[in-house]
């Protein structure tokens, strides 16, 4: 299994651009979480799909934020316009039976944005 | 109070000895605990679950939960240079949220 898959590695822009963000979990999964990783915060949970439906997006932090599944092996974290402020590691994590047995990370996105 | 606390460190250890990590949670109908390892740089790494009070053994690491206490601890045995990592805590709890703690930083000095 080659895991979980993000795309880019690394994404640079500029303030007020439009940043997208890839996931594919792995084959099976049901739950697939979007997270965000600073070094002030720490890991952040943004918003958790089961069986490609949102169930909780408390976390995403403003209407700038948006998630979308629209099958079961691709998900996209979207952030229009882009700030500053939205530089972090975003993982993507992926999970079978609720994440009763723990979580697989994706090698996530650096997104830094001047 | 956060969900899940953890001391930020950062820990120091010399190679060969025993690393104890520490996380306290606030849920007490927590039901599965868990400790992944991330690597500068890395994604975090999933190294040991435990669901049941007592010790869970593998290999170098062991897991505690005192769910009395609300207490889960790592103990890494025989700790090497490769083991220096940030260690996270997470619990999930009774309503199936997740939490992280912001992680422990080890440092194995060869």
């Known amino acids: 299994d080659a895991g979980v898959i993000q795309s880019p590695r690394h994404e640079v822009t500029e303030m007020g651009q439009e940043v997208t963000l890839r996931c594919k979990p792995i084959?099976?999964?049901?739950?697939l979480f979007w997270y965000r990783q600073t070094m002030m915060r720490g890991l952040e949970l943004l918003i958790y799909?089961?069986?490609?439906?949102?169930?909780?997006d408390s976390g995403m932090p403003e209407d700038r934020f948006s998630a979308k599944m629209p099958n079961a092996s691709f998900s996209t974290l979207k952030i229009q316009p882009s700030e500053p402020r939205d530089s972090a590691v975003y993982f993507c994590?992926?999970?079978?039976?609720?994440?009763?047995?723990?979580?697989?990370f994706g090698s996530g996105t650096r997104l830094t944005v001047v | 109070q956060k969900e899940v606390e953890q001391n930020s460190g950062p820990l120091s250890v010399p190679e060969g000895a025993i690393a104890s990590l520490n996380c306290t949670y606030s849920?007490?109908?927590?039901?599965?605990f868990f400790w992944y390892r991330q690597y500068s740089g890395k994604s975090p790494e999933l190294i040991m679950s435990?669901?049941?009070?007592g010790d869970k053994e593998d290999g170098r690491f062991t897991a505690q939960l005192n769910k009395a206490s609300q207490y889960v601890s790592l103990l890494i045995r025989d700790s090497q240079p490769s083991d220096s990592a940030t260690y996270l805590c997470?619990?999930?709890?009774?309503?199936?949220?997740?939490?992280f703690g912001t992680g422990t930083s080890l440092t194995v000095i060869p």
């Open positions: 849920d007490r109908g927590s039901q599965s």
């Open positions: 997470a619990v999930r709890t009774a309503g199936n949220q997740f939490y």
């Open positions: 084959s099976g999964h049901d739950y």
């Open positions: 799909f089961n069986n490609n439906v949102p169930i909780d």
């Open positions: 435990i669901y049941s009070n």
């Open positions: 994590a992926s999970s079978s039976h609720g994440g009763a047995f723990g979580y697989t």
